[in-house]
């Protein structure tokens, strides 16, 4: 047990019973404790495997590459319909943490094992996401854009794909497109 976890649970104010019973069966697991972006966070050779983390309506157990897990139960969650590796399983209740605690071992030592088999997620390419046409049109008419953007990282790119494509109406597509254009030009991505 990792004291800097020891300090995280006992300042947890909402879902403690349920971070402490999560914590607990995956302990029961050959896994290193840690706290990494602020929250208990499971490690098999320095890889990341699991980490728990607490939301508004619900406490979770988050699978770093839960997409490569086979979800035998169907329990796992896709966090939202871009999220490619990681899954999580969701819990409002101890009660809902202990029915699912033989599940959650096997989900856990499943997770350990794609690890050990250095196992790999394969992400989309950034050309299969979707291109908003307002987004084309200013790379069609602005070669330095479209040179600026092609230089990006993939991850940058897919940033801003998915930030355009994301508005529910043209307009705001084409605003949120606007406003990026000097921070692409700039070589620095969505949040940089």
């Not at 300042?11 to 972006?37: D, F, H, N």
């Not at 139960?73 to 590796?85: F, L, S």
């Not at 390419?125 to 953007?149: N, R, V, W």
Request: proline share 4%; with cysteine; net charge positive.
């Amino acid at each position: 047990m990792n004291p800097k976890v020891d300090a995280y649970v006992s300042k947890a104010k909402k879902w403690k019973e349920e971070i402490e019973l999560l914590r607990s069966i995956v302990l029961e697991c050959p896994l290193t404790e840690e706290l990494k972006w602020g929250n208990p966070c499971y490690t098999h050779e320095d890889k990341n495997v699991v980490l728990i983390h607490v939301f508004k309506e619900y406490a979770a157990l988050l699978f770093f590459k839960g997409s490569l897990l086979k979800d035998s139960k169907g329990v796992m969650i896709q966090q939202t319909e871009n999220t490619q590796a990681t899954r999580q399983l969701r819990f409002t209740s101890v009660s809902e943490i202990s029915k699912l605690r033989t599940t959650i071992k096997a989900y856990v030592k499943e997770a350990i094992a794609v690890e050990k088999a250095g196992l790999k997620v394969e992400f989309k390419k950034t050309t299969e996401f979707s291109m908003p046409e307002e987004f084309q049109g200013k790379l069609d008419s602005m070669p330095a854009l479209k040179k600026a953007f092609d230089a990006l990282t993939p991850g940058r790119q897919r940033a801003y794909l998915l930030h355009f494509s994301s508005a529910k109406q043209s307009k705001t597509s084409a605003s949120r497109v606007e406003k990026a254009i000097p921070q692409i030009l700039d070589g620095k991505g969505l949040d940089d």
